[in-house]
């Protein structure tokens, strides 16, 4: 084996060891930084409007921070009531409609037990009272174990569930901590952008600062692309779930539209969570026409949704739409729900730092001098 390719082989294992401590190191400070993190985001995401508020109405840049902060949490305060005002209004409607249909539903099941369930169980046990000794128990042991089976499943649900609620709980106080640290954070960030970047150009070299900066904006392209394919996503099907609604005559239609366009933020699960129960309690009110309509307009949300995500997403964030849908399905493979996530956002990543040259340099690096 030649010395050259003795040393390239280090270099190249130099490069993977650096990759892996680099990423293990990075998650590791996460862990601890990442209100600072969330602070940053927000604050670059506000900088505009703080330049604007400083530079056009002459407010001081820390003013500015501060009323643009508030700005902020005035919105989602406002759009936080609209949702509870929205919610108390379906729920009156639920509380109006819920008595009328359980009564509908308690009378369409008692006709089925009275029709259909009797005579099966009368013939079932004539058909068991026929069978030998040894066939009765093995059918009450396979009876007795399913039921425990059922049993078994609904303690593990019910305290999965009560985990959740501990959780949940024990995540309020960290909660509180975490908005008011960021939003302090966002605060000083705010109004120090501009010192804490030229501090950031002064002690970094200008080799880096041109990779971090090629990177940063594409990045921040892809990134504001992947939301606004979200949002394209969310708008078709609030659009067509409205549609459908209004041509099935269900009451509220725009808000039960909004809702499961937000919901539809879980793909492959999303709009299931309402459509599904509803059709089945459709199904058993004997409302058939319902029924349906209501499995037809699921069928093409379905089938919009999946045909729409690879082309939408390709043509926000700048890839093809063969490996959006490759790194749709790699990220449902590895990761479950979260991939579909994971699975663009790794890819652009990859694609940016491609365009930046920086496996370029990687490699020219591992290769060595001529």
């Not at 078994?152 to 309020?172: D, H």
Request: proline share 4%; with cysteine.
């Amino acid at each position: 084996m030649s010395r050259t390719l003795v040393f390239q082989i280090i270099r190249f294992l130099f490069v993977i060891v650096c990759i892996i401590l680099g990423l293990y190191v990075a998650l590791f400070i996460t862990k601890f930084t990442y209100p600072f993190i969330i602070a940053l985001i927000i604050a670059y995401l506000l900088n505009p409007l703080v330049n604007l508020l400083n530079e056009k109405a002459r407010i001081p840049r820390g003013i500015a921070a501060f009323l643009s902060i508030i700005l902020l949490l005035a919105v989602l305060a406002g759009l936080f009531t609209l949702l509870i005002t929205e919610i108390i209004s379906g729920s009156t409607y639920l509380v109006q409609v819920v008595p009328e249909s359980f009564e509908r539903l308690i009378y369409f099941v008692e006709n089925m037990v009275t029709d259909k369930v009797i005579p099966l169980y009368d013939l079932i046990m004539s058909k068991y009272s026929q069978l030998g000794a040894g066939q009765q128990q093995t059918i009450r042991t396979n009876i007795q174990s399913i039921g425990d089976s059922a049993i078994n499943l609904g303690k593990e649900a019910l305290n999965g569930i009560i985990v959740g609620i501990k959780l949940v709980i024990a995540l309020l106080p960290n909660t509180a901590t975490l908005i008011f640290v960021s939003l302090l954070a966002t605060f000083f960030i705010s109004k120090d952008w501009y010192k804490i970047k030229n501090l950031f150009a002064k002690y970094t070299p200008n080799r880096l600062q041109h990779y971090s900066k090629t990177i940063f904006i594409d990045l921040k392209k892809a990134l504001f692309g992947f939301i606004k394919a979200h949002i394209t996503l969310i708008s078709m099907t609030t659009v067509l779930v409205l549609i459908g609604l209004l041509i099935l005559r269900i009451p509220f239609a725009i808000t039960i539209a909004i809702l499961i366009g937000f919901i539809d933020l879980l793909p492959y699960l999303g709009t299931g969570l309402i459509f599904v129960p509803w059709i089945l309690y459709s199904f058993l009110s004997s409302d058939y026409k319902l029924t349906i309509g209501l499995a037809i307009l699921y069928g093409v949300v379905i089938v919009q949704r999946q045909l729409a995500e690879p082309k939408v997403l390709s043509s926000n964030i700048g890839l093809h739409p063969l490996p959006t849908l490759i790194s749709l399905f790699v990220g449902f493979k590895f990761f479950g729900l979260l991939g579909l996530i994971a699975g663009p956002v790794t890819l652009v990543i990859l694609s940016t730092l491609y365009r930046a040259r920086v496996f370029h340099e990687l490699w020219y690096y591992i290769k060595g001098p001529n």
